[in-house]
């Protein structure tokens, strides 16, 4: 990583002009960040060290999932500047790719560690205050002030918003070369089954565990913000849920009554709009955003557009998103008729 180390000095000195020395060092690639390549280094700046993090783009961009790297320095770089955000500082990018090989923003270190190495190294007496941590984090990231926020980020009212996310499911089949039938179900699941209206506002898009890191005080903060946007803060619930689902341990899960009285306590929210049943839908009805994509990628595998072999490893995501969606609508029509599905 020699030659990395070098780009950073050069990308730091040219920012901070009025350092006299600058050296980079200590660079250690991070784990987690599939679609990202996440280093950690040491910069010392005039003889003061300071550990920062690089979130890059792969050199190939051969990621199975694409996202904007120059969109979500304009988000972070606004939440930084506002203040508020439960986020790590966003200090510089490199919006082109010119400067470091690939489009990247340079981010501030949250030294208190990863949450989810925490959740799993203690024991289930534990699991209540984590969710408690969880839920207040969510309520945090929602309470964020978008008034501020850059002018991409579309506004959209609550009804059209749900009507987009519907369409995009269906969108999403008539662009594949061969029919999938569950995406249609789904889409005429979610528009029979649409819950009460929420207030819209900052969502973090990819709220999990993994994407959360123990900060001063012991207070998390999400990290890995490149699918946020403006729209219903359930969805983050909902993610919350899906993810847990696959990849324990189970947070909200445990107990779920009590996650989203937490959550309606720190938000104002009513029963009506933040229940398990709402958050279920949502766990179902923004998850097209992601495999939408992946549907898109895993076409053009099969089409020779792409040759990443992680792609191919991704085609077992599908099946396991489809029987999940499916055991999800019966079990919350199930819940509503009390009718056992």
């Given at each position: 990583?020699?030659?990395?180390?070098?780009?950073?000095?050069?990308?730091?000195?040219?920012?901070?002009?009025?350092?006299?020395?600058?050296?980079?060092?200590?660079?250690?690639?991070?784990?987690?960040?599939?679609?990202?390549?996440?280093?950690?280094?040491?910069?010392?700046?005039?003889?003061?060290?300071?550990?920062?993090?690089?979130?890059?783009?792969?050199?190939?961009?051969?990621?199975?999932?694409?996202?904007?790297?120059?969109?979500?320095?304009?988000?972070?770089?606004?939440?930084?500047?506002?203040?508020?955000?439960?986020?790590?500082?966003?200090?510089?990018?490199?919006?082109?790719?010119?400067?470091?090989?690939?489009?990247?923003?340079?981010?501030?270190?949250?030294?208190?560690?990863?949450?989810?190495?925490?959740?799993?190294?203690?024991?289930?007496?534990?699991?209540?205050?984590?969710?408690?941590?969880?839920?207040?984090?969510?309520?945090?990231?929602?309470?964020?002030?978008?008034?501020?926020?850059?002018?991409?980020?579309?506004?959209?009212?609550?009804?059209?918003?749900?009507?987009?996310?519907?369409?995009?499911?269906?969108?999403?089949?008539?662009?594949?070369?061969?029919?999938?039938?569950?995406?249609?179900?789904?889409?005429?699941?979610?528009?029979?089954?649409?819950?009460?209206?929420?207030?819209?506002?900052?969502?973090?898009?990819?709220?999990?565990?993994?994407?959360?890191?123990?900060?001063?005080?012991?207070?998390?903060?999400?990290?890995?913000?490149?699918?946020?946007?403006?729209?219903?803060?359930?969805?983050?619930?909902?993610?919350?849920?899906?993810?847990?689902?696959?990849?324990?341990?189970?947070?909200?899960?445990?107990?779920?009554?009590?996650?989203?009285?937490?959550?309606?306590?720190?938000?104002?929210?009513?029963?009506?709009?933040?229940?398990?049943?709402?958050?279920?839908?949502?766990?179902?009805?923004?998850?097209?955003?992601?495999?939408?994509?992946?549907?898109?990628?895993q076409q053009d595998y099969v089409d020779g557009r792409n040759t990443d072999l992680r792609t191919a490893f991704l085609f077992n995501a599908d099946?396991?998103?489809?029987?999940?969606?499916?055991?999800?609508?019966?079990?919350?029509?199930?819940?509503?008729?009390?009718?056992?599905?």
């Amino acid at each position: 990583m020699s030659d990395l180390a070098e780009r950073l000095r050069v990308f730091l000195a040219r920012r901070l002009p009025d350092a006299r020395e600058i050296t980079v060092g200590d660079l250690t690639r991070l784990p987690g960040g599939y679609s990202r390549l996440m280093t950690r280094f040491t910069a010392t700046i005039d003889g003061r060290p300071r550990t920062l993090v690089l979130r890059a783009d792969a050199p190939d961009s051969a990621a199975p999932i694409e996202t904007d790297r120059v969109q979500e320095w304009r988000l972070l770089d606004a939440l930084t500047r506002t203040g508020g955000a439960p986020m790590p500082d966003a200090l510089f990018a490199d919006t082109d790719g010119s400067e470091l090989g690939s489009r990247a923003i340079v981010l501030d270190f949250v030294p208190g560690g990863p949450f989810l190495s925490s959740v799993r190294a203690s024991g289930p007496g534990r699991v209540p205050a984590h969710a408690r941590a969880v839920a207040d984090l969510a309520a945090d990231v929602h309470a964020v002030d978008t008034t501020g926020l850059p002018g991409h980020l579309e506004r959209p009212d609550w009804n059209g918003y749900i009507d987009d996310l519907i369409q995009l499911w269906r969108d999403t089949e008539a662009r594949l070369s061969e029919s999938l039938p569950m995406l249609r179900y789904v889409a005429a699941w979610l528009e029979r089954n649409r819950p009460p209206e929420a207030p819209m506002g900052l969502v973090h898009g990819e709220f999990q565990p993994g994407n959360m890191m123990i900060g001063e005080g012991g207070r998390l903060v999400a990290v890995d913000w490149e699918f946020a946007h403006l729209g219903d803060p359930r969805e983050d619930l909902g993610w919350l849920t899906y993810v847990e689902a696959i990849q324990p341990p189970a947070l909200f899960g445990a107990d779920p009554a009590a996650f989203c009285t937490r959550y309606r306590e720190r938000t104002g929210l009513g029963e009506d709009v933040v229940n398990p049943l709402t958050v279920a839908y949502f766990s179902i009805l923004p998850a097209i955003r992601v495999f939408g994509q992946l549907l898109r990628t895993q076409q053009d595998y099969v089409d020779g557009r792409n040759t990443d072999l992680r792609t191919a490893f991704l085609f077992n995501a599908d099946i396991t998103a489809f029987e999940g969606w499916f055991a999800a609508t019966r079990a919350l029509d199930a819940a509503r008729t009390g009718v056992p599905a």
